[in-house]
């Protein structure tokens, strides 16, 4: 019988989990120093107590920033098992971690299996298993029925979930005062909108904010407070919507520390590059530095079918900026659900996000495989290449596509080549380019 609830009970009694000796480890920190951050709210180790697969993992913006992947099945695309092997697929490319976001059949068999057998952080938004879970129109459901969802996911072992908790009654007027251009994209966010707006009530996730609490406090579950009014759309970035909203997640998280609960942070959305830094910068302080977990942001509206490309480079700012977890994006996003491919180039572009991110923040050794990358280049050492590579097979295929002549160069110079011209003349040998 342990001695501490959550990780941060644990932290604040002065206790060093076993959990936060394994992040200590991995972000070359000292366990005490480890213990201090998840003690302030400034790093969550999401490991819900019946997770017993998990290989902990630490989130705060000081430590290498984690990525995201989003599956599940939907009313189109239902293959359990093909969302099974897609899980499996992204833990193996680097996923930190997975939510489950299944808006179809019976869904807790999948999580189930998903705690049995997933090492990654696992996610979930309770509010979209709920209709799925009573197969009930939503507007049948009660606030009761809302709460007892997140109490199932907690005791299935979900590491964290994202509740919607920082929008109400108030929200229904600004959002129809303001007239923005995409109103309200969170699914989670419109689906807690469309409730109160049909039943009248307020925001179960808000007003029994204090039961929810209860709840992970119990099984160690870190809420990710959810930006309902997150952008959808550069022309909403950065308005009132979003930031009344960061200003209500601030105060949640106090209430959340005050019970031992972790907490992550929820951000946008779209959002032009220049108001990037300032939006991680705002959140740091109404939050009080707790990790921020952003979805994007994307750049540009207008790239459907690159929009992994549009969110990495939001997400490589964010993240220099303090922003800790990255939420990947695919080049299906806003068109179908991702396929393995898709997936795969959503992982790439996150996690070349996050590493550029490290880099710029100095996370210690981060830059460490760029230098071992560069030797090789150097050296024409192109096992070391693909070692270093964050996608080997992608770089050996192409290399192998267009092979060269002779093997000190590559098909793009030939004997033109800058690296072989200076190896040979700092070596004092003859250059021969004909
Ligand atoms: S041939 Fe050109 S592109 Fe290729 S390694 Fe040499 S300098 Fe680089």
New binding site residues.
């Given amino acids: 019988m342990s001695n501490y609830t959550t990780q941060m009970d644990a932290a604040r009694k002065g206790i060093i989990t076993p959990e936060m000796e394994k992040v200590a480890r991995d972000e070359y920190r000292t366990p005490e120093e480890i213990r201090n951050l998840v003690a302030k709210g400034q790093v969550a180790i999401c490991a819900n107590k019946h997770h017993k697969s998990l290989v902990a993992k630490g989130v705060g913006s000081m430590l290498r920033t984690k990525i995201n992947v989003n599956l599940g099945v939907s009313r189109d695309c239902k293959d359990y098992n093909v969302e099974m092997e897609k899980v499996m697929a992204a833990v193996n490319m680097g996923a930190d971690a997975i939510m489950d976001l299944s808006s179809h059949g019976n869904t807790q068999p999948f999580r189930k299996k998903l705690v049995e057998e997933c090492p990654a952080m696992l996610g979930t938004v309770p509010v979209y298993d709920s209709v799925i879970h009573y197969q009930r129109d939503l507007s049948e459901l009660t606030a009761k029925d809302f709460i007892d969802v997140v109490r199932l996911h907690a005791e299935d072992g979900v590491d964290f979930v994202t509740l919607h908790c920082g929008i109400t009654r108030k929200t229904i007027d600004q959002i129809k005062k303001h007239k923005r251009k995409m109103n309200i994209v969170s699914r989670g966010g419109s689906l807690v909108f469309a409730w109160m707006s049909m039943t009248g009530e307020e925001n179960p996730f808000y007003e029994y904010y204090d039961e929810i609490l209860d709840i992970c406090r119990e099984h160690d579950v870190t809420i990710s407070l959810g930006d309902a009014c997150r952008p959808g759309c550069l022309a909403d970035a950065s308005d009132v919507c979003q930031i009344e909203e960061l200003v209500r997640l601030g105060e949640l998280t106090k209430r959340a520390w005050e019970k031992d609960v972790q907490v992550m942070v929820e951000g946008p959305g779209h959002m032009p590059m220049d108001q990037i830094e300032a939006n991680m910068k705002m959140q740091q302080t109404i939050c009080m530095g707790a990790p921020f977990y952003v979805l994007g942001p994307l750049v540009t509206d207008i790239a459907p079918g690159y929009d992994h490309i549009t969110s990495a480079i939001g997400g490589a700012i964010a993240g220099a900026a303090g922003a800790a977890f990255l939420c990947y994006v695919t080049p299906a996003e806003h068109l179908a659900l991702p396929n393995v491919e898709d997936v795969k180039q959503g992982i790439i572009a996150s996690k070349i996000a996050a590493h550029a991110a490290d880099i710029a923040k100095k996370i210690p050794h981060a830059m460490d495989i760029d230098n071992e990358m560069a030797e090789a280049?150097k050296e024409f050492d192109w096992d070391k290449q693909w070692e270093c590579a964050i996608d080997p097979e992608t770089a050996k295929s192409i290399r192998a596509d267009r092979a060269?002549e002779f093997d000190d160069?590559?098909s793009?110079?030939?004997k033109?080549?800058?690296?072989?011209s200076m190896n040979k003349a700092l070596a004092g040998e003859h250059i021969d380019i004909l």
């Fill in positions: 280049r060269p160069t590559c793009m110079c030939g033109f080549c800058a690296v072989r």
